[in-house]
């Protein structure tokens, strides 16, 4: 992937960080998805008092280009405030899996440390219910 891609979703997802409501854990994420014909979505994480309502920044910005009728997916970025570059949740890498093994996912911390690993490296035993095969 392309350096200039890649900052362009780092920023995007730093931006969208800024909005997170993380009363709770204080542990404030951004992210930011790129669709296969470049369009960039957003998300952060929104936490509740009843936890298992919260949702995460991934998510967040995955289910907006989903619902924006978007299906297909280059790379996603996840940025955090944390000493290293932090890996999504195993309910992140499920919904990532859904649509592409293959897409990039960028992590990145506020120092500008970067990791990218493949969706299908972060999740090498995907759970595919009834489809055979991505």
């Known amino acids: 992937m392309k350096k200039l891609l890649?900052?362009?979703l780092?920023?995007?997802?730093k931006e969208a960080r800024l909005k997170a409501y993380s009363p709770y854990?204080?542990?404030?994420?951004?992210?930011?998805?790129?669709?296969d014909n470049g369009t960039i979505?957003?998300?952060?994480?929104i936490e509740n008092q009843s936890l298992g309502l919260s949702i995460c920044a991934e998510r967040v910005a995955i289910f907006k280009a989903i619902s924006e009728?978007?299906?297909?997916f280059k790379a996603l970025a996840i940025v955090v405030d944390t000493k290293n570059p932090c890996s999504p949740c195993g309910a992140c890498r499920q919904v990532m899996a859904e649509f592409s093994v293959e897409m990039d996912v960028i992590m990145a911390n506020l120092q500008n440390e970067?990791?990218?690993r493949k969706v299908k490296?972060?999740?090498?035993?995907?759970?595919?219910?009834?489809?055979?095969s991505h």
Do not use: H, W
């Not at 780092?10 to 997802?13: D, F, L, R, T």
């Open 69 to 72: 009728g978007y299906r297909k």
């Open 41 to 45: 979505f957003t998300g952060c994480n």
């Open 114 to 116: 970067i990791e990218i």
């Open 6 to 8: 890649i900052s362009k």
């Open 121 to 132: 490296d972060l999740i090498p035993d995907v759970f595919q219910g009834l489809t055979k």
């Open 25 to 35: 854990s204080k542990f404030s994420v951004g992210a930011a998805i790129m669709t």
């Open 10 to 13: 780092i920023e995007k997802a």
